[in-house]
């Protein structure tokens, strides 16, 4: 499948585009420099998109340990900005390409345990909460746990109907990648 690169309207005007050498400064950024010169490497087990809201970049969306054998990948959405609208937006399109687009069975990510607004929104968007992973990485020279969060493509169903109305009532329109 060809990576979309949809822009949808309401009342709100977002795009995912993807990313390509010239969002490096945007990267650095967002991210520490080891994690954007990662997502700018040759790699066929990541796929990332510029999030832009209004025409300006505002963050990252991304795909990284891209399995197609066992139909599974992890996810990841750094906005530079704090709009929910925003962040289920990004979260349901990513559901979205890889449940109906590329037909994968499941799709995981990672929060800070200790995030729990975090945990609470990625669990609205249909994770579930799968594995605490103790002392998993280190944030500001401490050893922090992590939750692993896990989506399968069963869940997906049961949950986008519910996901876009609530996008609906943001004022965006659930983006159809066609």
Known sequence: MTTPSPTWGGTRHVELRPLGPNDRDCLLAWLALSDA???????????GWVVEVGGQPAGLAGLF????????????????????????????WGLEYVFQGLKFAKLWSEAPAADHARLERLESYGFVAEARLRGHFVHDGVRTDVVRLGALASDWRAKRGAMAAMLGARGFDPPDLG
């Open 65 to 92: 340990d891209i399995d197609r054998g066992h139909q599974r990948c992890a996810w990841v959405c750094h906005l530079a900005i704090s709009d929910p609208g925003v962040e289920a937006y990004v979260h349901y």
């Open 37 to 47: 010169e990662a997502w700018l490497e040759d790699d066929s087990r990541r796929q």
